[in-house]
């Protein structure tokens, strides 16, 4: 076990490691908190008024539709509406009606509010013998979390691609991977050393997200674990190629964050064009593609979907191991009697 306590101990050493293992969690809290804030108040009319300028009946009757807020001259009603964080609409008395005034730098909506809200006051009787059918206010960021919590899912699940390209990449500057070629050690040994800490930190990052994000049954959370599983070591073998070929630590940074990159993107721009078909198929070569899918499948209860993503990680893994331990050619030498 003293490669694998080695390995450890360099996580633990290292404050950018801990950070990018921690940083998913800290993102599913976010995410979580953020879908309980109520942000219906964004949406609100806001009035203006001038002191004693409009009648209690036509305050009564703004208030319906917004909160009012009274002013005590005209300069500072015209500072409320110009003020950029606000949208104020200001109404002043015109006769038996009332008139409205605007910045100019409001959304559409409120703009339009404005020009019709005169018109709508003055034949509030009409208007007060419509039938309204209230519906419910949709929730802003429900749809937005639908594709971020996955998405946040997948960076934790690949984190333990950074880890083993930086592990590796240091190795080669401190003149350890020098050391490794001298010791007998067969590149299956060399694979779980080198894999195994990326692989059970990117999956104890990613069990952690689901518990924060998901609320899911033990079949659910089954299929949830198997793709948390394989997706981390693919992430983990891929993390072996960035380091064998990275020649120095701005190199490897570069080859990081182009996979990075496809990691996130491909499956995103999957979901959000609605990819089909072959194409679908070609972009099932990204194995964060599967993962991503599977997650969505999986918050949406389609487990057939999930357990053919599942194979899917499945083959990648079997499939990238197999290239490495080829690409590995003669043993890497090192002595793992203790590992």
């Known amino acids: 076990m003293r490669g694998l ?44 008024v001038l002191e004693h300028d409009l009648s209690p009946q036509t305050i009564t009757w703004l208030e319906r539709y917004g909160p009012v807020s009274s002013y005590e001259t005209p300069d500072r009603l015209t ?4 003020e950029p ?12 009606s009332f008139k409205t ?19 709508l006051y003055e034949r509030r009787e009409e208007a007060e013998q419509a039938k309204i059918l209230m519906l419910k206010r949709p929730d802003i960021l429900e749809s937005m979390q639908g594709i971020f919590i996955p998405a946040v899912m997948i ?3 690949f984190m333990g691609c950074t880890f083993n390209a930086m592990n590796i990449i240091s190795e080669k500057e401190d003149g350890v991977a020098f050391v490794n070629e001298i010791l007998p050690m067969t590149p299956g040994q060399y694979i779980l050393q080198k894999v195994v800490v990326g692989f059970l930190f990117g999956s104890l990052s990613s069990i952690v997200t689901v518990c924060i994000c998901f609320e899911m049954s033990w079949l659910v959370f089954a299929a949830m674990l198997a793709l948390i599983l394989l997706s981390s070591f693919v992430a983990a073998l891929i993390g072996l190629f960035i380091g064998r070929f990275s020649e120095g630590l701005m190199i490897g940074v570069v080859y990081i964050k182009i996979v990075m990159l496809l990691f ?10 609605g990819v089909s078909g ?33 194979g899917i990680l499945a083959v990648h893994g079997i499939a990238w191991s197999a290239l490495y331990i080829l690409i590995q050619g003669a043993p890497v030498k090192a002595h793992l009697h203790d590992l």
């Open 278 to 310: 072959p194409l679908a198929g070609i972009c099932n070569i990204v194995p964060s593609q599967p993962a991503f899918d599977g997650i969505m499948a999986l918050s949406a209860g389609d487990i057939k979907t999930a357990v053919k993503d599942i």
């Open 101 to 119: 005034s605007i910045a100019g730098d409001e959304l559409e909506i409120f703009q339009q509010a404005a020009a019709t809200l005169p018109v």
């Open 155 to 157: 960076v934790a699940m």
């Open 264 to 273: 996130i993107a491909v499956p995103l721009v999957c979901a959000l064009i």
């Open 5 to 48: 306590n080695y390995q450890l101990k360099s996580v633990l050493r290292d404050k950018f490691c801990l950070m990018t293992f921690l940083l998913p969690i800290l993102a599913a809290v976010a995410l979580d908190f953020m879908g309980s804030i109520d942000m219906s108040s964004l949406g609100e009319l806001h009035f203006g």
């Open 79 to 82: 500072a409320a509406i110009k």
């Open 85 to 96: 964080s606000t949208n104020v609409i200001g109404v002043e008395a015109d006769g038996d």
